[in-house]
Every structure is written in structure tokens, then in C-alpha cells.
């Protein structure tokens, strides 16, 4: 856990660090006044982006929100989980889509949401979902979805300061060489900066991983409830699966993705019966990952890490 909690550290040093260097070179080559535009203008698309968020997930999602009387079992783990991490009982609902999955979102605790898709409620058994469900309750006690949304803007930034100075800045003969090379030094490092974006957020799910750990679930439920998600998401159309990808990010494994993971997984399913149980859990402990160069592309474009690495992460916690 602590290497994790270092390794977002050291992220987020890195990315302002980027961004105040960015910052410097066109302050000294441009004036400050045209970075200062872009980074205004993206803090108010964030601002936006914070305010009318929720809502473009409800209407995306098509979610429902139920009370304790139209499911008592769901708002009941919901209740006991929240009150064992210490945060207000979020919202619960229900997402109207066939992908089997959950998410987790809001502007604050006290604005929390948590939902579930119907596809997920006829998947998983109990122990499954409580596990699942703890791991959206910690992306919400530790507030990472307004950390993505704020370490998005550099890239974002940068993408604005790339597109301004490569294709407006041409008509600038006094400063036309420098303007060009900052806008390729802009965009070389918004692709970089975006890729440690989608690393930022690949360790947020390790961490919510550990998160429902810590909240009393079994690592075997979790583990479980991950080769189940990855075999539904796997048996759905791509029709289906195009109506989420935008939000992808929010669930708890990545449906795009899964054809793929669950040839992975199959080895890990030592009795074939559709689940993982401790036994076979503990059994990938001594089991070295070894990704293809494939797979490593894969993942280092992806929002959720690769599948068989978490996996193998939740071993350690046995």
C-alpha cells in the first residue's frame, strides 16, 4: 500500500512539474498571457465538467434511483459498508444497461452516488457484490475521481497550448520558429502527460482494490466478482458495449477489454467452475506474470490495469 500511495505522489510531482516547466518556456518565449487564456479556460471546462458532471452520467447510465423498500438487501451492504468507511450512506441505483458492473460518483461525500447496473445484480452472488460494492465506497472516501478530473486538465492544457501555437501561430514571422517548436514540445508532452494520466488512474483501482479489502470482503469475492465481470462483459454485443464507452473509466473493470482478459483468466479457474475460490487464489502467488508486448500496449493505453497483475495484487492480501 505504500508503495502505491508513492507511486501517486511521485505522479502528481511529476505532472505540475511538467505543466510549471510548459509554463515557463511559454512565458519567456510568448508572454504569460496566452497561457494564462488556456489555463483558464480549461478551469472553466472543469468547473463545468463538476457541476453538470453528474448528471451526464445519470442521463448516460440511464440510473434509477431506488429506495430501501424496492431493494432493502442492496441498500443494507450499502449502509454497512459506508458506516465501516467511516462516510455519509451514498445514494444507491440502478443503471439501466445489460454491461454487468458498478460505479461510483459525486461532487463530494456528502453528494455521493454508487449504483449497479441489472446486469451485474443477476451475475454476482452476495458476498461478490459486497466486495464490489466496496470497491466503489472507496473511490468515494478517498475522493480520486475529483483527482483524475483535476490531473486531466494538463493534458487538456497542453493539448490547447499544442493546437494554438502549430496551427495559429504561423502567420508570426518574428516568432514563428519558436512558436512552432513549443506547440510540437506542447503536444509531445500532452501525450506523455495523458499517459500518466491513465496511470494515475490504474492505480486508483489497486487502491480501491485494497480499499474493500480493508473493508471487511474477502479478496476471493473480489477476485471472483472480477473473472465474472470480465466473463459477462465478454458474452455482451458490441452495441452494448459501445453504450458506456465514454464512462468506462468509472466501472470497476474495463468491458472494452474483456474478450481479451478472459483468455488470460481461464488458467487462473483451476476447476473450471466459473469462479475463483481462495484456494486458486492463493495459488497465483507464485505464478510470475509475464504480458506480452500486446498486452503491455494494451494496458498502458488502458484506465484499469491489466487483469491477471490485479489479480495476482489481491493474492498478496490473503
Not at 8 to 18: E, N, R, S, V
Not at 94 to 102: D, L
Not at 243 to 251: D, I, P, T, V
Not at 253 to 262: F, M, T
Request: hydrophobic share 45%; glycine share 8%; net charge positive.
Amino acid at each position: 500500500m505504500f508503495m502505491l500511495k508513492l507511486r501517486m505522489y511521485l505522479l502528481l510531482t511529476a505532472l505540475f512539474g511538467i505543466l510549471y516547466a510548459i509554463a515557463t518556456v511559454i512565458g519567456v518565449s510568448m508572454g504569460v498571457s496566452n497561457f494564462y487564456f488556456y489555463l483558464g479556460l480549461s478551469l472553466v471546462f472543469m468547473f463545468i465538467q463538476y457541476m453538470i458532471g453528474p448528471k451526464i452520467v445519470e442521463w448516460s447510465m440511464r440510473v434509477k434511483y431506488i429506495t430501501a423498500q424496492e431493494n432493502p438487501q442492496l441498500h443494507r451492504m450499502v449502509e454497512e459498508l459506508a458506516k465501516r468507511a467511516g462516510i455519509p450512506k451514498p445514494k444507491v441505483g440502478v443503471a439501466q444497461i445489460g454491461i454487468p458492473n458498478a460505479f461510483a460518483f459525486g461532487r463530494s461525500l456528502s453528494d455521493g452516488r454508487v449504483c449497479v447496473t441489472e446486469g451485474i445484480m443477476r451475475l454476482l452472488d452476495e458476498d461478490e457484490l459486497r466486495a464490489v460494492l466496496g470497491h466503489e465506497l472507496s473511490h468515494l472516501k478517498s475522493r480520486d475521481m475529483l483527482t483524475i478530473t483535476l490531473l486531466s486538465v494538463i493534458p487538456m492544457i497542453l493539448y490547447r497550448i499544442a493546437w494554438s501555437t502549430l496551427f495559429y501561430g504561423r502567420g508570426d514571422r518574428d516568432r514563428g520558429g519558436n512558436t512552432a517548436l513549443i506547440g510540437i514540445a506542447a503536444f509531445l508532452f500532452y501525450f506523455l502527460t495523458n499517459l500518466l494520466v491513465l496511470y494515475a488512474s490504474r492505480i486508483r483501482e489497486y487502491f480501491a482494490d485494497r480499499g474493500s479489502i480493508a473493508l471487511g470482503n474477502k479478496p476471493s469475492a473480489l477476485a471472483s466478482a472480477l473473472y465474472k465481470l470480465v466473463y459477462g462483459s465478454a458474452k455482451m454485443d458490441s452495441g452494448t458495449l459501445k453504450e458506456a464507452e465514454g464512462l468506462k473509466a468509472f466501472f470497476v473493470n474495463d468491458p472494452s477489454r474483456a474478450i481479451n482478459e478472459l483468455r488470460e483468466l481461464r488458467q487462473l479457474d483451476l476447476d473450471k467452475n466459473g469462479t475463483l475460490d481462495a484456494a486458486e487464489l492463493e495459488a497465483i502467488q507464485n505464478k510470475k506474470i509475464k504480458l506480452g508486448l500486446g498486452g503491455k500496449l494494451m494496458e498502458l493505453l488502458s484506465t484499469h490495469p491489466n487483469m491477471l497483475k490485479r489479480i495476482k495484487q489481491l493474492s498478496t492480501y490473503s
